[in-house]
């Protein structure tokens, strides 16, 4: 192992120690409304306390976690300033309404990771070699002239993380051309899913995601009579992540450095976290008229991590990102987001154009679902809609669909181990969305399937291998904490956990022209007791700012 500089160690605890002293409530006032303005002698970026027309942008954050579970951010850019000042006081607009959650969130989710005490160990190093490598090839590319709307997407994205860390540590100045991100600092928030295959890649030890550990569930669902498509999300995480914020960015950006038409998705309506500027679950209602979701379905297969390089890779959330802002279609998007593969955050994504919807018409139109899943050096994408329609819905599990991409990421070799919990069509989720989606016939019994959980009674809840043998994260909303810490289970997902479903969010044809959708934060308690932090086995983690009981109810998002 080789020592890091001294000039890295000092900016790296430097960095922590602004974090964790710099905390807002111990510190700085926060207003729930912000403007970034800018002084027009010195070119000086500043905010203040109220919603000012000549701002370059605007924030306002309606924290109601304690009551309904969710806080909610509006966010805003000034289409009179160019792109890179917008996106940056974008960020510095969504930290300063948000700092307090921002921390909290930091402190349940990220502290101690890679932080001063760990960064040397092999594993932190080598992330850091990456990222650092990484950023600095982003940075070439984006100087050159080559494919200029993308890379200037990619800018505009790390401009608004940069204002959103300048902000956080109040040290605002928008920057040079070339500028410079932490690679330990927010950009982690926004690396959520790329870490979990850069772990396996730059060979992290044991404590990597269990064998089997899913992370969301999702539906699409063709009501009868073709009178409604709905569109469902459920994400799984782990507990201590449930400090959630729903988010609407208007962001008129235009497609290029040199100006031209503003992007298809200026306006995004998405479920997310304090400090992520994306969804991470993801989620999305973009005003280009499509839906974007996905389920993750990971690789087991280690001969693939060598396509894992920082050259030539974009990391999964800038490539979701860009794709939302620019795509028209499901095949644009695709074709979009497939550009640098990352082989990072291998997901099943699920593009839905409803655009392409005739409500009450039978005929299949083509582009309405687009299916696209990555592994690293692999990416296969196809339009499902004749699918869709012939069987009245397309359900996402965290299990490859494209027998190319189930092949390749080693699933086969898992089926062959463990038996048909990892197969396509036999896995217990994929049995419920089979039997339960006929049941559904408007939004609210598409919200009850999307919490369901009757892991105690459901035949297809059964674990044969496991004792006991009824197990909660056989359902379309997992409750892993229910299950007994004495049991014995064939693999890790299948344990006492702090791990489930921990959202749903849903939404319609008309729903979402005006971004609207109903969400539920919190494991489900339909059907199983709500989980609560006092009296549950993992009462001493790090918590800060959740609810202590976790029912609440699901709310309608709804803009202005």
């Given at each position: 192992?080789?020592?890091?500089?001294?000039?890295?160690?000092?900016?790296?605890?430097?960095?922590?120690?602004?974090?964790?002293?710099?905390?807002?409530?111990?510190?700085?006032?926060?207003?729930?409304?912000?403007?970034?303005?800018?002084?027009?002698?010195?070119?000086?970026?500043?905010?203040?306390?109220?919603?000012?027309?000549?701002?370059?942008?605007?924030?306002?954050?309606?924290?109601?976690?304690q009551d309904n579970?969710?806080?909610?951010?509006?966010?805003?850019?000034?289409?009179?300033?160019?792109?890179?000042?917008?996106?940056?006081?974008?960020?510095?607009?969504?930290?300063?309404?948000?700092?307090?959650?921002?921390?909290?969130?930091?402190?349940?989710?990220?502290?101690?990771?890679?932080?001063?005490?760990?960064?040397?160990?092999?594993?932190?190093?080598?992330?850091?070699?990456?990222?650092?490598?990484?950023?600095?090839?982003?940075?070439?590319?984006?100087?050159?002239?080559?494919?200029?709307?993308?890379?200037?997407?990619?800018?505009?994205?790390?401009?608004?993380l940069k204002g959103?860390?300048?902000?956080?540590?109040?040290?605002?100045?928008?920057?040079?051309?070339?500028?410079?991100?932490?690679?330990?600092?927010?950009?982690?928030?926004?690396?959520?899913?790329?870490?979990?295959?850069?772990?396996?890649?730059?060979?992290?030890?044991?404590?990597?995601?269990?064998?089997?550990?899913?992370?969301?569930?999702?539906?699409?669902?063709?009501?009868?009579?073709?009178?409604?498509?709905?569109?469902?999300?459920?994400?799984?995480?782990?507990?201590?992540?449930?400090?959630?914020?729903?988010?609407?960015?208007?962001?008129?950006?235009?497609?290029?450095?040199?100006?031209?038409?503003?992007?298809?998705?200026?306006?995004?309506?998405?479920?997310?976290?304090?400090?992520?500027?994306?969804?991470?679950?993801?989620?999305?209602l973009l005003s280009?008229?499509?839906?974007?979701?996905?389920?993750?379905?990971?690789?087991?297969?280690?001969?693939?991590?060598?396509?894992?390089?920082?050259?030539?890779?974009?990391?999964?959330?800038?490539?979701?990102?860009?794709?939302?802002?620019?795509?028209?279609?499901?095949?644009?998007?695709?074709?979009?987001?497939?550009?640098?593969?990352?082989?990072?955050?291998?997901?099943?994504?699920?593009?839905?154009?409803?655009?392409?919807?005739?409500?009450?018409?039978?005929?299949?139109?083509?582009?309405?679902?687009?299916?696209?899943?990555?592994?690293?050096?692999?990416?296969?994408?196809?339009?499902?809609?004749?699918?869709?329609?012939?069987?009245?819905?397309?359900?996402?599990?965290?299990?490859?669909?494209?027998?190319?991409?189930?092949?390749?990421?080693?699933?086969?070799?898992?089926?062959?181990?463990?038996?048909?919990?990892?197969?396509?069509?036999?896995?217990?989720?994929?049995?419920?969305?089979?039997?339960?989606?006929?049941?559904?016939?408007?939004?609210?019994?598409?919200?009850?399937?999307?919490?369901?959980?009757?892991?105690?009674?459901?035949?297809?809840?059964?674990?044969?291998?496991?004792?006991?043998?009824?197990?909660?994260?056989?359902?379309?909303?997992?409750?892993?904490?229910?299950?007994?810490?004495?049991?014995?289970?064939?693999?890790?997902?299948?344990?006492?956990?702090?791990?489930?479903?921990?959202?749903?969010?849903?939404?319609?044809?008309?729903?979402?022209?005006?971004?609207?959708?109903?969400?539920?934060?919190?494991?489900?308690?339909?059907?199983?007791?709500?989980?609560?932090?006092?009296?549950?086995?993992?009462?001493?983690?790090?918590?800060?700012?959740?609810?202590?009981?976790?029912?609440?109810?699901?709310?309608?998002?709804?803009?202005?």
């Amino acid at each position: 192992m080789t020592c890091a500089p001294l000039h890295v160690i000092a900016e790296m605890f430097a960095w922590w120690m602004l974090l964790v002293l710099w905390a807002p409530s111990a510190g700085r006032a926060q207003s729930p409304v912000v403007s970034v303005i800018v002084d027009p002698h010195t070119g000086k970026l500043s905010t203040v306390p109220e919603k000012r027309a000549d701002a370059v942008s605007w924030a306002v954050l309606s924290d109601s976690i304690q009551d309904n579970g969710w806080a909610v951010l509006e966010l805003e850019t000034n289409k009179n300033y160019n792109d890179s000042f917008q996106a940056y006081a974008a960020g510095v607009a969504e930290a300063a309404v948000s700092q307090r959650l921002m921390y909290m969130h930091w402190m349940n989710t990220m502290f101690g990771y890679c932080g001063p005490y760990k960064y040397e160990t092999p594993y932190c190093e080598k992330l850091r070699d990456y990222l650092e490598a990484n950023l600095v090839w982003m940075q070439e590319q984006m100087e050159k002239s080559e494919d200029q709307e993308y890379w200037h997407q990619v800018r505009l994205a790390l401009l608004q993380l940069k204002g959103l860390e300048d902000s956080y540590n109040d040290l605002i100045s928008f920057p040079q051309k070339k500028f410079q991100l932490n690679p330990f600092g927010f950009l982690l928030f926004q690396l959520g899913g790329d870490l979990e295959d850069l772990e396996a890649a730059l060979n992290k030890s044991d404590d990597r995601l269990l064998l089997g550990s899913g992370s969301c569930s999702a539906l699409i669902k063709l009501l009868p009579g073709n009178k409604d498509l709905l569109v469902s999300h459920v994400t799984w995480n782990t507990y201590q992540s449930m400090l959630r914020i729903i988010k609407k960015y208007t962001l008129p950006f235009r497609t290029s450095p040199n100006g031209g038409p503003v992007v298809p998705g200026r306006v995004q309506t998405f479920s997310s976290y304090p400090g992520t500027i994306f969804s991470g679950d993801d989620f999305y209602l973009l005003s280009s008229g499509l839906v974007t979701l996905e389920t993750t379905i990971g690789n087991s297969n280690p001969d693939l991590w060598k396509y894992i390089q920082p050259q030539n890779s974009v990391l999964e959330w800038l490539r979701n990102i860009v794709a939302n802002r620019l795509a028209t279609g499901g095949q644009e998007w695709t074709d979009i987001f497939k550009k640098f593969n990352s082989g990072t955050y291998n997901n099943q994504w699920m593009i839905v154009d409803y655009n392409k919807f005739n409500v009450g018409h039978t005929e299949i139109p083509s582009g309405l679902l687009t299916v696209l899943e990555q592994l690293p050096g692999m990416v296969v994408a196809e339009d499902k809609s004749d699918l869709l329609y012939q069987t009245g819905y397309w359900a996402s599990y965290n299990v490859p669909y494209f027998t190319e991409i189930f092949n390749a990421s080693g699933q086969t070799a898992l089926v062959e181990q463990y038996g048909d919990w990892f197969s396509y069509s036999k896995t217990p989720r994929a049995q419920i969305f089979r039997r339960n989606q006929t049941f559904v016939q408007d939004l609210s019994s598409m919200v009850n399937l999307m919490r369901y959980n009757d892991f105690l009674h459901d035949p297809l809840s059964r674990c044969a291998s496991c004792n006991p043998q009824q197990n909660g994260e056989n359902a379309i909303s997992a409750r892993s904490d229910l299950n007994p810490a004495n049991g014995t289970y064939p693999f890790g997902a299948m344990r006492q956990r702090q791990h489930g479903g921990t959202d749903m969010k849903v939404t319609s044809y008309e729903f979402a022209k005006q971004h609207k959708m109903i969400a539920v934060n919190g494991p489900t308690w339909d059907q199983v007791p709500p989980f609560q932090w006092s009296t549950s086995p993992f009462s001493s983690l790090m918590h800060m700012g959740h609810p202590d009981l976790w029912n609440f109810k699901p709310i309608v998002i709804r803009w202005g």
